[in-house]
């Protein structure tokens, strides 16, 4: 089998809450997503997702996806896509870096195995665990009281995994977790994320002013060193999402202690490939985790489904559903999410059956 065509579609997904906004006064109403089919000379077609939440969240942005796949995606043409680690070889080899724009072209190739093999992702990823698993619900960062009243909403909908958007004024920080945690019941997740926002001051103020929550702790701070200076002065469980970047960081931060959570995103580490070295070295490691992506809709959440779906429960923290999250759908057979959970899909690959009609034209096509 060989890759004869690689098409790149930019779609845009309105945020069905208005305004999601995170630390350092970031926001967005809308992203623009990009999705790869990758086609064989089989009659085989993959598909994936990137979509990078604006500019400024992570080393990525939408508008330079189809750049980066024109330049790397002629080294794939020709090969063979069930060859996932020569693909990721040839892609390390061609571009430094640059880990969103193989993302893609990587999960499109695991699509393609499993349909030539006739089985789920989840299954070639190390066998499927789970028929379901938890989702949390991120809450846009605004007022306390608005934030408290988006979690208790969200609850009633049947999640009881909250990730709560912090990284702003410590004062406003701390009685923005004080008052979701009031709305919240025992056994009931919140997380305060952070994003990087907190100077080192800010965040051991905030985390001294919510010592006695039952709150986890994630990225405070820009580094992994200013998180390790935070995390001396808590008890407080520590997440640690921004830094997680490839398996050499995990390494670097398990031995210094520095987390008892890793957020784990695939396009931030270049793909599926990768994301299951990290995950199964987590597992062997004894850190639980958050499987997820930067953002993206129903072809990103099946994505999401496999990799969550094929972890060790135990070990599975939590994960999202962000078709659910967006106002496009293009693929209506990808599950949603019910009762607070999230479905893993059973068809060979992805599972899911991508509408074509829906991505418009290609802005990029490679042969």
């Known amino acids: 089998m060989k890759i004869i065509q690689i098409d790149v579609y930019q779609i845009t997904y309105e945020y069905l809450g208005g305004e999601y906004a995170w630390s350092g006064g970031h926001s967005v109403s809308s992203l623009v997503s990009t999705i790869v089919k990758v086609s064989t000379d089989e009659g085989l077609k993959g598909f994936a997702e990137v979509c990078p939440l604006g500019p400024a969240y992570m080393a990525a942005y939408a508008r330079g996806v189809p750049s980066g796949i024109e330049e790397l995606g002629g ?23 640059h880990n969103y724009i193989k993302s893609p072209l990587d999960i499109a ?3 393609i195995l499993g349909q030539a093999s006739g089985l789920p992702i989840a299954t070639l990823l190390g066998g499927r665990q789970v028929k379901d698993f938890p989702l949390y619900r991120a809450i846009s960062q605004h007022l306390p009281e608005e934030m408290a009243d988006n979690v208790a909403r969200f609850r009633s909908e049947g999640y009881r995994r909250f990730q709560l958007k912090v990284g702003g004024d410590p004062d406003d920080d701390i009685r ?28 051991i103020r905030v985390v001294n ?38 398996i050499d960081v995990v390494l670097r931060a398990y031995e210094r202690r520095a987390m008892d959570v890793v957020n784990l995103k695939f396009s931030r580490v270049g793909g599926l490939t990768k994301a299951k070295q990290i995950r199964d070295l987590c597992e ?34 939590t994960s999202t559903d962000f078709n659910t999250y967006v106002d496009v759908r293009v693929a209506e057979d990808t599950p949603v999410r019910k009762d607070g959970r999230l479905a ?3 068809g060979p690959g992805l599972g899911i059956h991508v509408d074509e009609k829906t991505l418009g034209k290609p802005v990029l096509t490679l042969r």
């Open 176 to 203: 923005r977790i004080k008052a979701a945690r009031k709305v919240l019941e025992a056994g009931d997740i919140l997380v305060a994320d952070a994003n990087t926002g907190w100077l080192m001051h800010q965040a």
């Open 344 to 346: 893993v899909p059973s």
């Open 284 to 317: 062997s490691l004894g850190i639980v985790m958050t499987i997820e992506d930067s953002w993206g809709g129903d072809i990103t959440t099946a994505t999401i489904a496999h990799l969550a779906g094929s972890t060790r429960p135990e070990f599975l923290f």
């Open 75 to 97: 080294v794939l043409i020709g090969e063979d896509p069930c060859q996932i680690r020569r693909i990721n070889a040839l892609m390390d080899s061609a571009m430094g870096g």
């Open 109 to 111: 190739c695991w699509d």
């Open 209 to 246: 002013g919510v010592a006695g929550e039952d709150v986890y702790i994630e990225q405070p701070c820009l580094t992994l060193e200013e998180c390790l200076v935070v995390r001396e002065h808590t008890r407080l469980p520590m997440v640690l999402c921004e830094v997680i970047t490839g």
